[in-house]
């Protein structure tokens, strides 16, 4: 039975009928740009989040930048962020004309932490960018502590739960992407941004619409960012079954450890206080393609998401001269994501250990 790396398909299964009816009304409608169903998800969002606005947006990567000029970043400044996470963490920076300045994680959660930040700040150090890794949630209020805003990239985190609230209400700003294969995904591109500060969302309104409040007078070059209706109406079906989805995911990952995985590789470790809705399911092993090859002789999905961190990849060489993150490096070489969805059962669980239990003998937790 083999079991993929994701299933998009199987939990919107019973939801046709109400995704079918959401998508017909918007065509009905007539408005299909910041319309009503928009509106909607925005206020409807926010509040799952635990914030006082939600902005949609078209999409994740935009919603960094867009998050970054509301802040006010711009030329000559820094931003801190990590480099094992996905690229578009670090590539949102440069359109500000801000400088990346990538930071190291905790080598068990792979999220950023306060000390982590604190080795890299600078007199030029504006904001830092703090990813919620998987699902895990990084330590927002004491990076905060800093003295410095937090944006929450909490593009693999809806769902998840923390001591302190949701990811999306812990920072100074956050972004969501709803990618069709994240927790909360849409059927194509689809951000937003989230936050409790009301001069923050009215720049984010107005920059997500090409700088402008009425679309007669521009008053910054800003972009032509939104989440269109059908995405909208499409969300607002799935949003009230996002916490059963989570929960399947947490279960998922019990299932796993049931199985023995433990004995395989090392588990992902929830940060301090942290439920994770786990987007990816990331073990570790000292020979993390021994696992993957024993993954693909049984049909399994697998990936290496970050074999090369993003303060490696050819397009951040001139912002990271010089730059070593050993816990990055290390965790490059030795993640692997396994299966991971709100439907993956015990016996699933069991058939991905069944084929791990079949690669070499070297392949040990790291």
Not at 125 to 150: Q, S, W
Not at 308 to 324: D, F, I, K, N, S
Request: charge should be negative; glycine fraction near 8%; charged fraction near 20%.
């Amino acid at each position: 039975m083999p079991v993929p790396l994701f299933d998009t398909v199987t939990p919107l299964r019973p939801l046709r009928p109400e995704l079918d009816a959401a998508i017909a009304r918007v065509i009905d409608s007539g408005a299909y740009i910041l319309g009503p169903e928009v509106e909607a998800f925005e206020r409807e969002f926010a509040a799952y989040c635990g914030a006082a606005h939600a902005i949609g947006v078209a999409n994740g990567t935009e919603a960094i930048t867009i998050a970054l000029r509301a802040l006010g970043v711009g030329p000559g400044d820094e931003v801190v962020v990590p480099s094992f996470t996905f690229y578009a963490s670090a590539e949102a920076i440069p359109p500000t004309g801000a400088r990346p300045v990538f930071c190291d994680v905790d080598p068990e959660t792979m999220c950023v932490t306060a000390e982590t930040v604190a080795a890299t700040l600078t007199p030029r150090t504006k904001a830092v960018i703090a990813v919620h890794l998987f699902g895990n949630v990084a330590p927002i209020a004491e990076i905060a502590a800093l003295g410095l805003p937090v944006i929450e990239d909490a593009a693999q985190a809806a769902g998840s739960r923390s001591a302190a609230g949701r990811p999306g209400a812990l920072g100074t700003i956050a972004t969501f992407s709803f990618f069709p294969s994240k927790n909360l995904g849409a059927f194509g591109d689809g951000g937003a941004i989230t936050t409790s500060d009301n001069e923050l969302a009215d720049r984010v309104r107005m920059l997500r619409f090409h700088g402008s409040w009425d679309k007669v007078t521009y008053q910054h070059v800003g972009y032509n960012s939104r989440l269109d209706e059908l995405q909208a109406a499409i969300l607002r079906v799935q949003l009230p079954h996002l916490d059963r989805w989570a929960d399947g995911r947490r279960a998922a990952g019990r299932h796993y450890a049931a199985a023995g995985l433990g004995e395989l590789a090392a588990l992902p470790v929830p940060a301090d206080g942290c439920d994770p809705a786990w987007h990816l399911y990331v073990v570790r092993a000292a020979d993390a393609e021994a696992l993957a090859s024993a993954l693909a002789a049984a049909g399994h999905g697998h990936k290496a998401y970050y074999r090369t961190p993003v303060h490696r990849q050819p397009a951040m060489l001139g912002y990271a001269a010089g730059v070593e993150l050993p816990a990055t490096d290390e965790l490059a070489r030795t993640h692997l994501a396994i299966p991971m969805s709100p439907v993956l059962d015990a016996a699933m669980a069991g058939e991905v250990v069944a084929a791990l239990r079949d690669a070499p003998v070297g392949a040990q937790p790291a």
